[in-house]
């Protein structure tokens, strides 16, 4: 069985940052093996994708909206994906969820991903 945990989610102003992490465990699970990606979920809107990491962290993806401001990275020695947040907007308040998806490319297709963290809520007020 595979956990994906979210932490570090909060209530920060317009301009702040924040700093996601995402913990990975399982028996069977090899985190190295995973393309990793981060969603988010505001209040009456669909999921949608934020970015994603290869599985040996050499490239990564971001969606328009977050481009220049959201970093990803990973640590496969410690089975952890981070999300740095800066000069946040109030339209990035959303629950942030972590995945993970056993394949080779990254993907923006939510329906690709195989395991889902719980969320974690981002708030940014103005």
């Known amino acids: 069985q595979v956990q994906l945990v979210e932490s570090g989610g909060g209530l920060v102003q317009t301009g702040g940052s924040l700093r996601l992490s995402c913990a990975a465990s399982?028996?069977?699970?090899?985190?190295?093996?995973?393309?990793m990606g981060w969603f988010r979920q505001a209040a009456g809107k669909e999921r949608e994708f934020v970015t994603a990491?290869?599985?040996?962290?050499?490239?990564?993806y971001y969606a328009d909206s977050v481009k220049g401001r959201f970093t990803v990275s990973r640590d496969n020695a410690k089975n952890t994906v981070y999300l740095q947040m800066n000069s946040l907007k109030p339209e990035d308040t959303a629950v942030y969820y972590c995945?993970?998806?056993?394949?080779?490319?990254?993907?923006?297709?939510?329906?690709?991903?195989?395991?889902w963290g719980q969320g974690t809520q981002v708030t940014v007020s103005s």
């Open positions: 995945a993970a998806d056993y394949g080779v490319s990254a993907s923006s297709y939510n329906g690709q991903y195989d395991y």
């Open positions: 399982g028996v069977t699970f090899t985190f190295s093996n995973y393309v």
């Open positions: 990491i290869s599985r040996r962290g050499g490239s990564t």
